[in-house]
């Protein structure tokens, strides 16, 4: 397992006061915002200096239905390779549904969804995991996510069903202390109990980030100092293990880099604390709190094969011991052995998941009933957050909108996500909403329309549509609707 210490998640607002950051020892980069050939000159400066670079996925939707899209893992694996990282990380979600699987049309939900705690939804992501350890040209972490929803039926807790997914596929895991908090406050999820059940010797590293409470939910926006809550988690998983990297994530409204620094020292000596409490003995601690026996993980460096070209030639490494193993099994050996063959799930099971989560993401994105068994209350929240958070990315990679439309971008972008899906990226996202505007040739004002329309053509390369096209594209959002 590899040591990576103290780190903080690379953004470019804040690349300059990274770089500056005293006793950093590495950093994770978004995967899907950098390029394998064209690295940021922030990220070789900090990787010249030895600070180690984890990229982190985002889109891979490891917990869908469908397998893998091997472009994303090539993807993926390129940049782990142009960035020599150690690993790469991912979460346990979905992101997007339809498709083959459903008969209807691919729809992205532009944010991690939770995958449902049910034995289909594990046998599945199992198998989704297998794929990508394969795929891959160094180990695979996966994250817990945050969530403001719960599936009904669920038939193990999220300790449980993260154990078992260890178990079976050898995965290592990135626990997100303040998504445990989250899911506390939103579900009534013990995570003391979460810890007490995960195998934390598969514990590749920790996130640590703040948020918000409002009206009694907790919304994770990594855009607000850490809370105590947070950092109690923090030093709770510390006592049961010593984990190998602990992050700081933020994504949005940026303190100054002293904050920064303060917030990582306040992990640092949390960190520290929680291990020194652990003490000299270890069982009495795992006994106190109700969790597993800590084995000793191999602490070998696993380095990044030198050939890009290899990914996908069977890649998959355990990364220490797992649950069971016996303690005195040479760690070398069982770093190197397979995890457990399981039997691949039935494509009926895949399209049972794929029809369950077609059905809630077309609810929280496009207006469709809401499922049986879903809190309504709670769903409505989830699909505000997430056109809120679409019409924020929106404003980011299309700036030009909120320029042109002024105070009219905001209520005009969200009475347009009411219903109609992301069927792409933000970028296409931004350029079938001021579509939509000039199809209904909005705004009122001549002189913005004009802007707006030059602006679609430069992007687009085409004329707005004609009557036909709008037709048939009306037809095809009916057949999302229903």
Known sequence: MTELGIGIGWRPEIAEAVEALPGLDWVEVVAENICAGHLPDSLTRLRARGVTVVPHGVSLGLGGADRPDPARLAALGEKAVALGAPLVSEHIAFVRAGGPLTATPVIEAGHLLPVPRTRDALDVLCENVRIAQDALPVPLA???IAALISWPGEEMTEGQFLAELVERTGVRLLVDVANLHTNHVNRGEDPAKALSELPVEAIAYVHVAGGVERDGVWHDTHAHPVPGAVLGVLADLASRVSPPGVLLERDDDFPSAAELSGELDAIRATAAVGVRSAGADRVGTAHQHGARSVVPVSRRAVTVREHPLLIGAGARVSGGLMPGAPAEAPAEALAEAPAPAAPAP??????????????LLSALVAGTPVPEGFDSRRLGVQSRALAAKRAGVVAKVAPELPEILGKGFRPAFLAYARSRPM??????????????LLVAERPEDAEARRRLTEWWQDRSGSRPPGRATRLVRAARHALVRR
Request: hydrophobic letters at 35%.
């Open 142 to 144: 996966l994250e817990n």
């Open 346 to 359: 039935s494509e009926a099971a895949r399209q049972r998941l794929g029809l369950a989560q077609a059905s």
């Open 423 to 436: 069927s792409g990226g933000y970028r296409r996202d931004a350029l079938d909403f001021a579509e939509h």
